[in-house]
C-alpha cells in the first residue's frame, strides 16, 4: 500500500480534471435515467473500462449548506443511504482530508458491500464551491469488504442565479466497483445510487 500523497499537487491535479469534466460539451453525454429529483447521463471513462456519470438537479437550499452535507464530516453518515461507516484518517488543512468509507450492499447484494479511502478537497469555484475526491490505495483493507476505487470525481455546487437560495448542483462519478461483477449490474446500480443521492440529501436538507 502507498503512502499518503503530497496533498496540494493531489489537489490542483483534482480540481484541474473535474473542471475539464465540467467543460464536457453535452453531446458526448448519454442519459442513463431521470427522475424528479435528477438527470444522470454516462460517457465512456478515460480512466478505466466503466463510464463517468454525470448527474445533474436543482437543489431548494443554499450552496454552502449543501456542500457541508456531501464533503467529508458530521452530516454525510447521517443521511446517505449508501454509506454505512466514515472515518477521517489525515487531515491536511480545513478543506482537506482523506477519509475511508463503507458502503452497503446493492442489487440484493449481488454488489457486495465495498471500502474506500479517498482524498478529500473542497474549493471555491465560481460564485460556489467544489468538493472533488480520488481513491488512494492507502491502509489494510477490512475483512468481508471489497475494496472499490474512485477516479477523479467530484460535486459543483452554484447558486441559481434567478434564485440564489436555490443551487444547482452537478456530480461527476466513476466508480471502479471491482470484483466479479456484470456491466450491466454496475450501471443499474450508479444510475439508481445517484439518483438517490439527491432525493436523501434533499430530504436531509428539508429537516
Known amino acids: 500500500m502507498d503512502l499518503l500523497p503530497d496533498s496540494a499537487p493531489l489537489a490542483t491535479k ?13 453531446s ?19 480512466e478505466f473500462s466503466g463510464y463517468l456519470y454525470k448527474a445533474q438537479g436543482v437543489v431548494e ?26 472515518d477521517i484518517v489525515e487531515t491536511f488543512g480545513e478543506n482537506c482530508c482523506v477519509m475511508r468509507y463503507t458502503t452497503a450492499g446493492q442489487l440484493w447484494n ?9 482524498f478529500s478537497y473542497t474549493t471555491c ?8 475526491g480520488i481513491s488512494l490505495d492507502y491502509g489494510e483493507l477490512r475483512p468481508n469488504f471489497v475494496r472499490g476505487f474512485n ?12 434564485h440564489p437560495s436555490h443551487s444547482l448542483l452537478t456530480g461527476y462519478i466513476q466508480t471502479d466497483l471491482r470484483g466479479m461483477l456484470p456491466q ?10 445517484l ?3 439527491y432525493s436523501d440529501l434533499k430530504k436531509a436538507l428539508k429537516t
Not at 14 to 26: A, P, V, W
Not at 28 to 46: F, G, H, L, Q
Not at 110 to 118: G, L, Y
Not at 184 to 193: E, G, I, L
Request: aromatic share 10%; hydrophobic share 35%; net charge negative.
Open 14 to 26: 483534482l480540481q484541474n480534471t473535474l473542471i475539464q469534466y465540467h467543460n464536457i460539451g453535452d
Open 28 to 46: 458526448e453525454w448519454r442519459v442513463a435515467k431521470r427522475t424528479k429529483d435528477a438527470t444522470v447521463w454516462r460517457k465512456p471513462s478515460e
Open 61 to 86: 437550499d443554499v450552496t454552502n449548506r449543501i456542500v457541508d452535507h456531501i464533503r467529508p464530516g458530521p452530516y454525510r453518515l447521517d443521511w446517505d443511504s449508501l454509506m454505512t461507516s466514515m
Open 110 to 118: 449481488i454488489v457486495a458491500p465495498r471500502e474506500f479511502v479517498d
Open 125 to 132: 469555484y465560481e460564485d460556489g464551491l467544489l468538493s472533488c
Open 151 to 162: 477516479h477523479p470525481c467530484g460535486w459543483f455546487c452554484v447558486p441559481l442565479k434567478d
Open 184 to 193: 450491466s449490474a454496475v450501471d443499474t446500480a450508479m444510475a439508481s445510487t
Open 195 to 197: 439518483t438517490n443521492f
